[in-house]
């Protein structure tokens, strides 16, 4: 017999490390604290597989793929088990083995890292541990004084400054687990009670089906955290029902692009990104996700307006009222959502629980519900299918984020060997006058062009790592310049030339990308707007603490992106569009402008 990867004791073997996988995770969460070289490490070796055997398209080249993952694995339970010895070296490599270890595990991080999303993030870390091996040649400020290789590499790899630094920690023990959480629920019928929601909410407007796509997209995506896996799932159903009712095949892409690009920044899980800036900036994950949820409304409030914008160009009809579920099929969907999420927040909100130990008691939820069906019913064949799904997507999504962020943990503790970071700052604080709004628009400008050739998420860091420092010194709380700078890393997904979200939806209908581009950067003004005007209106972030005066900012930023909307999209005459452009400028700006 054969499936999708392979005979079925193929299938059941992957399955097995997946469930291995997911098993290493949570117990680090309930059994006790276990070494950062002991945990990060292993946590290496659970994924090599994945990246470098898993999907290989020839038996030759899985059988390549399977000696690197068979060294890298070897080399990464080595630290592990020697982790006490290497621990009193302090960062320093006492013979030719370790070198060569050192170097090994470096490369097969930047080949993993090529092998799952390409040449460039690879290709900055390179690039980064030749200016650490040889910046010392470098003349002016950007050199620096030199470092042993023994020092430098064992501050990379036998100690927490690399490889296994604050980085992985965040992979292991956070990213990992609501990657699992969301593999889970969308392995059962949560995603089809996300769609049935969404078509009983909106279905019945005008521009129903592109609002039904919104509104799913949101929901979907704050458990994926990913544009591209939610336009490939989302859009198999939105995209279809958008064309079916008419609507021009540009619009349909860029509204479900727009709208899953959107899930990156969507509580409750917001992606890897949301968990990386815990660490980073030491703010607790529920504030963050407090401090993030009137943004992200705004940005789907702002796609919402765009497309009522549409409606007075094209006829953007409503869902048919056959077409859309019944009382008792939303009823029952979402319970298979609602459960888990309940158990996530309340676990977090009213028990007090961390954002990881929250999460794992909802996997567990969402793992039982597996079990049963939208009849509904209890299927035990269909839920032991769905979790082997469940436990293949887990261990696929968990090895593309921990790849990303081993390869950018290369930089990072590059970055902090060398001084770059800091003398990256100087640049930006010399470069903007020491004014903070030309300092955010270079840094604006560096997420852009960042964000077009690694991960959000690695955009994000590094940016951050680099900028952020410069940020803060000029008057910018911690948690605003984060959030500043993880939205405009975001950009490239419906951005030109590299917009990832944008390619797959067009794909998916038949249309230029190049059309669906212009017409998403439209529709998703906001991406390129909120970020500003978080920086413009401090309270939109501090709901927590100054409810009133965020919901004012919330209020008015809000008419000032419809205005914007509008503004680019409506059908109005050139001179009512620049009024509109001027109300929407004083609307999100007023403290900048008066």
């Known amino acids: 017999m054969q499936n999708e990867i392979g005979p079925i004791p193929l299938r059941a073997l992957w399955i097995a490390l997946g469930a291995l996988t997911c098993a290493f995770h949570i117990g680090l969460i309930f059994f006790g604290l276990v070494p950062n070289l002991v945990a990060r490490p292993l ?9 470098f055997v898993f999907g290989a398209a020839t038996r030759g080249a899985a059988l390549r793929g399977a000696i690197i993952a068979a060294v890298g694995v070897a080399g990464c339970l080595w630290i592990a088990l020697n982790h006490a010895a290497l621990r009193n070296q302090y960062g320093f490599l006492e013979d030719p083995f370790q070198v060569g270890l050192s170097l090994v595990l470096l490369l097969i991080v930047m080949e993993g890292a090529r092998r799952m999303i390409g040449w ?7 690039a980064a541990l030749l200016y650490g091996l040889f910046g010392q040649h470098i003349p002016g400020e950007f050199g620096h004084a030199g470092t042993p290789l023994r020092s430098f590499l064992g501050t990379l790899i036998v100690a927490e400054g690399g490889l296994w630094g604050s980085l992985t920690g965040v992979s292991v023990g956070v990213v990992a ?13 949560a995603g089809q009670g996300f769609m049935n929601v969404a078509s009983v909410a909106a279905g019945r407007l005008t521009g129903g089906a592109a609002k039904v796509s919104v509104l799913s997209s949101a929901l979907f995506g704050s458990i994926s955290g990913s544009a591209s896996a939610n336009v490939a799932s989302t859009g198999a159903i939105t995209l279809p029902a958008m064309t079916k009712l008419g609507y021009p095949k540009r619009l349909a892409a860029a509204v479900e692009a727009v709208a899953s690009s959107g899930g990156q920044i969507m509580p409750p899980l917001m ?3 949301a968990f990386v800036m815990v660490e980073l900036t030491g703010v607790p994950y529920v504030e963050i996700m407090i401090a993030a949820l009137l943004p992200a409304i705004l940005y789907f409030l702002t796609v919402w307006m765009g497309i009522n914008a549409y409606a007075q160009r094209f006829e953007l009809r409503a869902v048919p009222e056959d077409e859309r579920p019944g009382r008792r ?17 309340i676990a977090m909100f009213a028990l007090g629980f961390t954002a990881q130990y929250a999460a794992a008691l909802a996997i567990f939820a969402g793992a039982a519900a597996l079990m049963f069906d939208a009849t509904p019913g209890f299927n035990l064949r269909q839920g032991l299918a769905r979790t082997g799904d469940a436990m293949l997507s887990a261990g696929r999504q968990v090895a593309m984020i921990a790849i990303i962020i ?12 060398t001084g770059l970071g800091v003398k990256t700052t100087s640049v930006i604080l010399s470069g903007s006058g020491g004014e903070l709004w030309p300092a955010l628009l270079l840094t604006a400008a560096a997420c852009l062009l960042l964000g077009m050739e690694v991960p959000t998420t ?3 860091v590094i940016c951050v790592s680099v900028a952020g420092p410069a940020l803060i010194e000029l008057g910018l709380e911690p948690l605003q310049t984060h959030l500043f700078v993880f939205w405009f890393a975001l950009l490239s997904t419906i951005t030109p030339p590299v917009c990832g979200a944008v390619f797959i939806a067009a794909g998916m209908i038949g249309e230029n990308w190049l059309r669906v581009a212009l017409t998403a950067m439209a529709l998703g003004v906001g991406l390129y707007v909120i970020p500003l005007s978080m920086i413009a209106n401090e309270s939109l972030i501090r709901i927590a603490s100054e409810p009133a005066a965020a919901v004012l900012a919330f ?7 419809s205005c914007f909307s509008y503004a680019l999209i409506g059908r109005s005459d050139l001179v009512i569009r620049a009024g509109l452009f001027a109300v929407g400028s004083v609307a999100t700006f007023p403290g900048l402008l008066f």
């Open 329 to 345: 099929a939303v009823i029952i969907t979402s319970g298979f959502f609602l459960v888990p999420f309940s158990v996530l927040l």
């Open 177 to 189: 687990i609501f990657v699992i959480f969301g593999a889970v629920l969308n392995a059962g019928e």
């Open 271 to 273: 992606g890897a990104g």
């Open 458 to 460: 690695a955009a994000y």
């Open 120 to 126: 460039p993030l690879p290709m900055v870390a390179f």
């Open 406 to 417: 081993l390869c950018a943990s290369i930089i990072i503790g590059v970055l902090g060997i």
């Open 555 to 561: 209020a008015h930023v809000a008419v000032g992106l």
């Open 43 to 51: 946590h290496m070796a659970l994924v090599l597989p994945w990246v």
